[in-house]
């Protein structure tokens, strides 16, 4: 079966999703493992690079890429697809300047963000107070728009000019702030897991990444229908 358009018939339930995600990473184990571990070799050997060559966190946005092309593959599955590694593969040549643009601006949102909070400290009174404010404001939008953003981005579905991709995703962004802000805070303990325990980055972002599409997919067709 190919990827499926329909709007969605139910609400979207974040439990519901998660659940979804831990069924669905079992239906579709090898095309998700597999293209997980290609994703996962990449992260740890840019990582070690960077250990050397600090500079090269400027190329950070790349990751982008690999990490959409298992997005891809996570909303065929959520749109009662098959995932292939071909998806994969083909995503990673769709539309790759978009994506390194917009993961650009999100990598420069959080790094001025995190200098701010570590700058509070020392400012500190008042000015501090709100240099910090401002900055936790500043990460927390990032990672809710950044949740509904990306299973738009790389949903064929959705294929169309980044302006309606963008207003969608804030749309959906405003409309279930708190459930993205969870999701959010789910997906960076799962990257901070996996930096710490090496054998859950060979499974875990497969399952957060199809908790977030199986939320953010029904909830952008509740809004606007998917094109056939």
């Known amino acids: 079966m190919t990827d499926g358009a329909e709007r969605a018939e139910v609400r979207p339930r974040l439990g519901a999703a998660i659940l979804g995600a831990l069924r669905l990473v079992i239906e579709h184990a090898f095309p998700l493992v597999a293209a997980n571990l290609v994703l996962a070799v ?3 050997t840019y990582l070690f ?29 959520v749109r009662s697809g098959v995932p292939t590694l071909g998806m994969a593969r083909d995503e990673l040549g769709r539309q790759p300047l978009r994506k390194l643009a917009i ?3 999100q990598v420069l949102v959080i790094g001025i963000s995190l200098s ?11 000015l501090g107070l709100l ?5 936790a404001y500043a990460l ?14 790389c ?20 409309r279930r702030p708190l459930q993205l802000g969870l999701l959010a805070m789910i997906a960076g303990l799962a990257t901070v897991a996996s930096l710490q325990f090496p054998v859950l980055g060979l499974f875990l972002p497969s399952v957060v990444l199809l908790a977030i599409v199986g939320y953010v997919v029904p909830a952008a067709d509740e809004i606007v229908s998917p094109s056939p």
Not at 50 to 63: E, F, S
Not at 116 to 126: H, K
Not at 143 to 153: D, K, S, T, Y
């Open 42 to 44: 990449l992260a740890a």
């Open 49 to 77: 690079v960077l250990i050397g060559l600090p500079v090269l966190v400027l190329a950070l946005p790349l990751i982008a890429l690999p990490t959409a092309a298992l997005t891809r593959l996570a909303v065929s599955a």
């Open 103 to 105: 993961a650009a601006v």
């Open 116 to 126: 701010n909070l570590g700058l509070a400290g020392q400012i500190g009174g008042v």
């Open 131 to 135: 240099s910090a404010g401002v900055a």
């Open 140 to 153: 927390v939008v990032t990672g809710v728009l950044a949740m509904a953003v990306w299973p738009i981005v």
């Open 155 to 174: 949903d064929p579905a959705r294929a169309g000019p980044v302006g309606d991709q963008l207003r969608l995703a804030l749309a959906v962004a405003v």
